[in-house]
């Protein structure tokens, strides 16, 4: 249990780590591969974390799934699909356009950008849901505060350069999600759905429909 305590405190300090890092001026594809870097230099330690301090196989980052593969992969879509788009128009009706980074992103090529967005959601899915979730959960009894402690330090990796609003808007997602895999255990499904949602709304948005922060 110590362990597993001090393996969550860790994951959170880095992600507070994170949200106070020092932004570049510019974005290109160099600046995002050094960032996808930093989060797959987190799932790596976690998965170090798991076999040699907690004794544990990688099994453990997994609840026993409750439902099927495709039954879990399809609610979890369910999920981030309809709370990014309802949290997108309220954003959107409040003011709020996209950070710079965002907007980058958006403008590389498809098959860059792609290839961000799925292999930065499958490295964020193993730490804060597969391992954070898992961890708390085991620690307080409680999912609601596992869903919880998963969805603040999701948002704080996230949260460097974003307004409070924006920091908001990717904590209900990250509730969301972390939601989506409680209720399913199934975290190759809830990747999957992440994967699929973050595809589809980076290859089909055109920055210049959207305005700036």
Do not use: C
Not at 106 to 118: D, G, H, T, Y
């Amino acid at each position: 249990m110590l362990a597993e305590a001090v393996g969550v405190a860790l994951v959170l300090a880095v992600a507070l780590g994170l949200s106070t890092r020092e932004l570049p001026e510019e974005y290109d594809w160099a600046t995002f591969r050094r960032a996808q870097g930093r989060v797959w230099l987190l799932g790596a330690g976690v998965l170090g974390w798991v076999v040699a301090v907690e004794g544990a196989g990688l099994a453990s980052l997994n609840h026993p799934p409750v439902v099927g593969f495709a039954w879990s992969a399809a609610l979890a879509f369910v999920a981030v699909g309809v709370t990014g788009i309802a949290t997108g128009l309220v954003m959107r009706r409040a003011g709020h356009g996209i950070d710079p980074a965002t907007r980058a992103l958006l403008e590389l090529p498809k098959s860059r950008a792609f290839v961000l967005v799925v292999s930065t959601g499958v490295a964020e899915e193993l730490v804060f849901r597969g391992f954070v979730l898992t961890r708390v959960a085991a620690l307080t009894g409680s999912e609601v505060a596992a869903v919880a402690v998963s969805a603040v330090g999701f948002a704080a990796s996230r949260a460097a350069g974003l307004k409070r609003a924006q920091v908001a808007q990717v904590a209900v997602l990250g509730v969301a999600i972390a939601a989506a895999f409680a209720y399913t255990g199934n975290l190759l499904a809830v990747m999957v759905a992440r994967a699929g949602y973050d595809t589809l709304t980076t290859l089909s948005t055109d920055p210049a429909d959207v305005p700036n922060e």
